[in-house]
């Protein structure tokens, strides 16, 4: 069959490449901190948005063509998993995230709904053993069909609530038939317009259950995997139950959920909550919940998710260190949830943006390496609480005190002031000296 795309296997070139189709920072086999640079990365693919997204947008019809030749809705389905293991094969991309509706058409029932999944899966599987691809994680679409207008798992329709039921089960097998060791919780529409309508507690006991029992549904068929929670804080609804990720945690604890969750972090819905990237990964990392990325970057300037390929060397080298602080990835790895802009609407745009992404974080991950073996800014974040080492703060840091022992300790002192310097920007040069200096 001829090829879908008329891009070469991209290959890396070095940084005074000039060819537009080469990386210049990403070396799959270059060894960082122990291992080849693919298995710190692990990029992976989005089905939606590189074989579906088309550049619709709120104001605009699409400006791409994603059917792939396809004259039904099923060739069109087939023609984009052919094109797509093509595309993660001449990319060097090892991994690929789906939501079910990503798949296959819906058709007119949840019966033929599935009946085209079940068509279309022995497909995507002979193709991940001729590439040696592999499912990174699978997600179902609960947020775009109309029925969903008030939510899946927290709906105040228990029909739908059913139906979402239904679709989780089928994605969940799915995502095990493809050896996916991981599986997406993202509340598109779990959340609130207005509190004048809304049972919070009532619709956040229901969400609790839904994963409960996608849990209890998936160990009980062997699965090994992680589940995720996306967090985000708004778009579509005004306020999304997770909201963040310190959010989401509450919620994991409160309903006993915190040890088969762990948190799927999007650079833009970092944006959105008006956290940083690096924020939203710290938090995951200290709780022991980092799991996966969603790798893009967002427009401070614009209020909604623009869901851009990441081409900021600055975050993608703070969320690296992150990473490797955290000891790498387990079971997740970074998905570019990232679309190319309406006005770049050729299959070479998607090739540019992709090799554009994979350098960033590449480049990221160097620097986050340098960043750890030069050590100056982890000492002096180390030094800043060197009075815990010692007297009473040593005691405060064993838990070995009271209030009144402090209390007396206080008073015995005098005056307190601290004087030490913060030094942001010193350190923040010490940064720039990492990612520019000899």
């Not at 789906?98 to 068509?119: C, I, T, V, Y």
Request: glycine letters at 10%; hydrophobic letters at 40%.
């Amino acid at each position: 069959m001829n090829e879908f795309f008329n891009v070469p296997k991209i290959a890396y070139e070095g940084a005074n490449s000039e060819n537009m189709f080469a990386f210049r920072h990403y070396n799959p086999e270059e060894e960082i901190c122990g291992k080849p640079m693919k298995e710190h990365l692990k990029f992976a693919m989005s089905w939606w948005h590189t074989l579906c997204g088309d550049g619709t947008d709120m104001f605009g019809i699409g400006t791409a063509d994603k059917t792939f030749g396809g004259k039904t809705p099923m060739e069109v389905a087939k023609n984009k998993v052919l094109a797509g293991f093509e595309f993660m094969h001449k990319l060097g991309i090892e991994y690929f995230c789906f939501h079910d509706k990503d798949l296959a058409p819906e058709g007119n029932s949840l019966q033929e709904f599935q009946q085209n999944l079940d068509e279309i899966v022995p497909l995507i599987k002979e193709q991940m053993e001729k590439y040696h691809i592999k499912c990174l994680w699978g997600t179902a679409n609960l947020f775009n069909h109309p029925r969903y207008t008030h939510g899946a798992g927290t709906t105040c329709n228990a029909d739908v609530y059913c139906y979402a039921a239904a679709q989780i089960k089928k994605t969940i097998d799915i995502t095990l038939e493809l050896g996916g060791m991981g599986y997406v919780f993202w509340g598109g529409r779990e959340g609130y317009e207005t509190l004048l309508n809304t049972d919070m507690g009532f619709e956040l006991d229901n969400m609790a259950y839904l994963m409960e029992m996608a849990v209890d549904y998936a160990r009980g068929k062997g699965y090994k995997g992680d589940f995720y929670i996306e967090p985000k804080p708004k778009e579509p609804t005004k306020h999304q139950y997770d909201f963040d990720a310190s959010t989401v945690l509450a919620f994991l604890r409160k309903y006993g959920l915190e040890k088969d969750f762990k948190l799927n972090i999007e650079a833009n819905h970092a944006t959105l909550s008006a956290h940083t990237f690096q924020h939203e990964l710290r938090v995951a990392r200290i709780n022991g919940a980092f799991g996966s990325i969603d790798a893009n970057q967002g427009d401070p300037l614009l209020g909604w998710d623009t869901d851009q390929f990441p081409t900021n060397v600055y975050d993608a080298a703070l969320a690296m260190y992150e990473v490797l602080k955290n000891g790498g990835f387990t079971n997740g790895g970074l998905n570019f949830d990232a679309k190319v802009r309406r006005a770049s609407h050729t299959y070479e745009d998607l090739f540019l943006a992709y090799i554009a992404g994979m350098d960033t974080f590449a480049l990221g991950l160097k620097i986050a390496d340098k960043m750890i073996k030069d050590g100056r800014i982890d000492a002096f974040a180390k030094n800043r609480y060197a009075s815990f080492d010692m007297g009473i703060g040593e005691k405060i840091k064993n838990k070995q005190t009271d209030l009144c022992a402090l209390s007396d300790y206080a008073l015995s002192l005098g005056s307190v002031a601290d004087e030490a310097s913060g030094r942001q920007e010193y350190l923040e040069s010490i940064l720039n000296d990492i990612m520019f200096g000899k």
